[in-house]
């Protein structure tokens, strides 16, 4: 089925297409995104397959930091492949490959060649046997979504069955999915949509479309404008772009969802990355179809000045805020609860708090993070460590309410009262 010839996926018959709206982002601000995302690149650091994903889709591919973060993506792509374990985010690989017009099952790097659509496929072989056993998968939805839509979009086959399971917990309402896991199944469905002939299999991908699309409108409506939080507009603005055949008749109001994207001042190279797309009128579903011969029509602003330096200024020199800090686990062995108080500079991030008092009280406060593609990830606190096995992470709450930003990002106010809970997902 791998054999599939690779560029089948160029054959957009696919439900997507460029967008139908009239909402293109002002230059302006697709430029200053492009530029943050070319400053995230950074020589020292694993590249990111989503950044480049997202400069192929805003055709800001004539620099020398893509040039080179293509060649890094091929490199780790060679690497990853040839250990055992498989490699968590193959699938966006496969989709930043496609969009550069290279054969994924053919990528060349460091003197090899691999076949990357192979591990995909493996991987998703692992998280089918799961959902066939358990009615869950060895991951996440979404991450069978990203497998999915990428098997399909290289015109590899694999992913008909997966698609089906999708369409099938879309439409359970008790699946309670986030919008970001709704979305990225939808541009899987949308996908698997177009080249399915199955009337039943169509009918079914139909509906759990429908019901995504018609879905988001309707938060949108409810939300002025979100759907979601902030962050998972990108990918929202993305399916609505790309699937109005779904929700049809019903129009779209792209100047009101757009208008909530425009509030806010995107930093993170990943928030950027996946709300940029969806700002130049482009969805993921595009990335095998892209012409890469066509020069770039948009770059980066020129800068006049040196890149200016993060806002530090005042930091250090800033009054001492107290952040209360409390770890909980009631879920797994000895059951613990500790609270402290941290005094940190105003405006440092909750990364900083944790370290705080993680210095004051190191036998109990200590913590452990990962870095991500989103930042750093807490991954253990007080020697207890999530586990994706069993599907264990620290989440970190505001009084009651989840946070929204992770400890690298978030900058938590005096006096509030932060909790890290050992939670499962
Ligand atoms: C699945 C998921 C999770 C799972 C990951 C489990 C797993 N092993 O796969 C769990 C439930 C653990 C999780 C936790 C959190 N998440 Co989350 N998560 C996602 C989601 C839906 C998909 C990520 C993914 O699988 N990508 C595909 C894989 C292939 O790529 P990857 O780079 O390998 O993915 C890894 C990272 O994304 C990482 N990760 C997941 N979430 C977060 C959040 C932060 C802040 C960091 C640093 C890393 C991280 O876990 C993934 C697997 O290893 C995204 C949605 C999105 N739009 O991207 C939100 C998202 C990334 N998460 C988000 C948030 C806020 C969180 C939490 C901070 C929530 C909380 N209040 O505690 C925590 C992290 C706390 C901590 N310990 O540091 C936000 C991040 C926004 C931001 N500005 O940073 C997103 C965008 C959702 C949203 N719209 O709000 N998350």
């Known amino acids: 089925m791998l054999g599939v010839a690779f560029g089948i996926g160029v054959l957009l018959a696919l439900a997507g297409g ?33 950044v480049l ?22 490199e780790e792509a060679v690497k990853t ?13 496969v989709l930043a490959l496609l969009s550069s017009c290279q054969n994924p099952q053919h990528i060349q790097a460091l003197g090899q060649t691999v076949d990357l659509l192979r591990v995909l496929q493996r991987k998703m072989d ?37 698609s089906v399971v999708l369409a099938k917990k879309v439409l359970n309402p008790k699946s309670q999915l986030s919008v ?43 939300g002025d404008g979100m759907i979601g939080n902030i962050y998972s507009m990108g990918l929202a603005l993305q399916v609505l772009g790309a699937t109005e ?50 020069s ?20 250090h020199r800033a009054a001492p805020i107290t952040v209360h800090y409390s770890i909980i686990n009631k879920l797994q062995g000895k059951h613990f609860t500790y609270t402290t108080s941290a005094q940190v500079p105003a405006g440092s991030t909750l990364l900083e708090v944790l370290r705080a008092a993680a210095a004051e009280k190191p036998d109990i406060f200590s913590f452990q993070t990962q870095q991500t593609s989103w930042g750093p990830m807490v991954v253990s606190i007080h020697g207890l460590a999530a586990n994706p096995a069993d599907k264990t992470y620290w989440q970190f709450l ?18 509030e009262h932060i909790q890290a809970v050992f939670s499962t997902y």
């Not at 943050?36 to 020589?43: C, I, N, P, T, Y």
């Open 18 to 50: 460029t967008a139908a709206h009239s909402c293109v982002a002002p230059h302006e601000l697709v430029s200053k995104m492009l530029q943050r995302l070319e400053d995230s690149v950074k020589a020292d650091e694993l590249p990111n397959p989503s």
């Open 53 to 74: 994903l997202a400069m192929n889709l805003a055709r800001a591919t004539g620099s020398n930091t893509h040039e080179w973060l293509l060649q890094r993506i091929k």
């Open 81 to 93: 492949a040839q250990k055992d374990t498989t490699l968590g985010d193959v699938a966006l690989y």
């Open 126 to 162: 692992e998280e089918m046997a799961s959902l066939e056993a358990e009615g869950i998968p060895k991951t996440t939805l979404y991450s069978v979504s990203l497998d999915t839509l990428g098997l399909c979009l290289a015109g590899a086959g694999g992913y008909q069955g997966a």
């Open 180 to 222: 970001d896991t709704r979305a990225m199944a939808a541009l899987a469905l949308a996908c698997a949509y177009g080249y399915t002939d199955l009337h039943d299999v169509r009918d079914l991908l139909q509906e759990a479309l429908s019901t995504v699309t018609n879905d988001f409108l309707n938060e949108q409506e409810k």
């Open 245 to 294: 055949k779904f929700y049809a008749p019903r129009e779209w109001d792209c100047a009101q969802a757009f208008s909530v994207v425009y509030s806010h001042d995107y930093n993170l190279p990943m928030a950027i990355a996946q709300v940029l797309p969806a700002l130049v009128g482009k969805s993921y579903l595009e990335a095998a179809g892209l012409d890469c011969a066509a």
């Open 296 to 315: 770039a029509s948009v770059s980066p602003r020129l800068q006049s000045s040196p890149s200016p330096k993060l806002d530090t200024t005042g930091v």
């Open 398 to 415: 505001s009084g009651t309410n989840a946070l929204q930003e992770g400890v690298g990002t978030y900058k938590p106010q005096n006096g």
